[in-house]
Nanobody
Framework: QVQLVESGGDSVQAGGSLRLSCAAS????????MGWFRQAPGKEREGVAG????????RYADSVKGRFTISQTNAKNTLYLEMNSLKPEDTAMYFC????????????????????WGQGTQVTVSS
């Protein structure tokens, strides 16, 4: 069974930086896509960034472009999210997700497209 375990969440001041990690285990099959989502209280889960595992092509939400960077290890078993210039509106629980399902079109931002999810790591940004 695939397990995704996030780490790296913390409380920081606005303008600060954090790096989230997601360790994947339980499979030798490279995911089709891995992504980071976030969910703030009372809000829907939203896609933050993602990467097509084999090609390395990345996707970002407009709200984080230029501030966040997604990357993965060569072995494709660890996913990172480098977050810079953090803002209070970035405060949320951040989740790692992976899918082995090939989708038509660019559906990386749809939570329903993912097979596996981590338990989340909290990021809190204070002003």
């Amino acid at each position: 069974q695939v397990q995704l375990v996030e780490s790296g969440g913390d409380s920081v001041q606005a303008g600060g930086s954090l790096r989230l990690s997601c360790a994947a285990s339980g499979t030798t099959y490279t995911p089709y896509f891995m992504g980071w989502f976030r969910q703030a209280p009372g809000k829907e889960r939203e896609g933050v960034a993602g990467v097509y595992s084999r090609t390395g092509n990345t996707r970002y939400a407009d709200s984080v472009k230029g501030r966040f960077t997604i990357s993965q290890t060569n072995a494709k078993n660890t996913l990172y999210l480098e977050m810079n210039s953090l803002k209070p509106e970035d405060t949320a629980m951040y989740f790692c997700a992976a899918t082995w399902r090939i989708w038509a079109g660019d559906r990386w931002h749809e939570p329903s497209q993912y097979n596996s999810w981590g338990q989340g790591t909290q990021v809190t940004v204070s002003s």
